[in-house]
Each structure stands twice: as C-alpha cells, then as structure tokens.
Nanobody, 123 residues
Framework: QVQLVESGGGLVQAGGSLRLSCAASGNIFKINAMGWYRRPPGKQRELVATITSGGSTNYAESMKGRFTISRDNAKNTVFLQMNSLKPEDTAVYYC?????????????????WGQGTQVTVSS
C-alpha cells in the first residue's frame, strides 16, 4: 500500500506565505504525477496544482502567480509554496499521487490521497 503524509499547514494572516510538503511512501513502483487539491468550507474539492514526474505543471487559474508546485523525485516528495494568501484560500489541502505499485506480480496504477492538512488564512 501507499501512504501520503502532508505537513506544513496552519494559521497565517492574509498576505502571508505557507509551504506545504507531501511525502509518499510504501510499495511504489513509479510515481506518475502528484498534486494538490483543496476543499474550502462548505464547498466541493477543487484542483490546486499538479506536476508530472517529468516536471510538467498544471494550475487552477486562480492560483497562477501565487502558488508554485515543485517536486523532489528522489525523495517522492511534492511541495506547494503559497504566497499572497487570501482568506478564500482557507481550506483543507489534500495531497494526491497517481502511483503505480507492484503487487502480486502485477503493476497497478491508482490515485492515492493523504489525510489533508488545514490551512486557515485570517483577515
């Protein structure tokens, strides 16, 4: 099985910055892509950013210019640098990994999710 563990969430004032980290571990054959999603209070989960193993990135429009996703493939870790934070960025942030595992002699690709980390931005 695969585990994704997020860290770096917390309380920050509007205009401040926060850096989230997510480390993947377990029976990993290949990490094809990793990303960040978030669920604001009372709303559906939404895309924040993704990055492939080759370094291609994708951002939600509202995040461009403020958030930056990066990776350390050797450590199976993805980061999210969040700058110029706004109260509307308040949400539970979830790490996602599209990961191929080797189990019972077979290769299986699935999406795995972390437990989430709370980010709260005060006015």
């Amino acid at each position: 099985q695969v585990q994704l563990v997020e860290s770096g969430g917390g309380l920050v004032q509007a205009g401040g910055s926060l850096r989230l980290s997510c480390a993947a571990s377990g029976n990993i054959f290949k990490i094809n892509a990793m990303g960040w999603y978030r669920r604001p209070p009372g709303k559906q989960r939404e895309l924040v950013a993704t990055i492939t193993s080759g370094g291609s990135t994708n951002y939600a429009e509202s995040m461009k210019g403020r958030f930056t996703i990066s990776r350390d493939n050797a450590k199976n870790t993805v980061f999210l640098q969040m700058n110029s934070l706004k109260p509307e960025d308040t949400a539970v942030y979830y790490c996602n990994g599209r990961i191929t595992i080797l189990t019972m002699g077979r290769l299986d690709e699935s999406d795995y999710w972390g437990q989430g980390t709370q980010v709260t931005v005060s006015s």
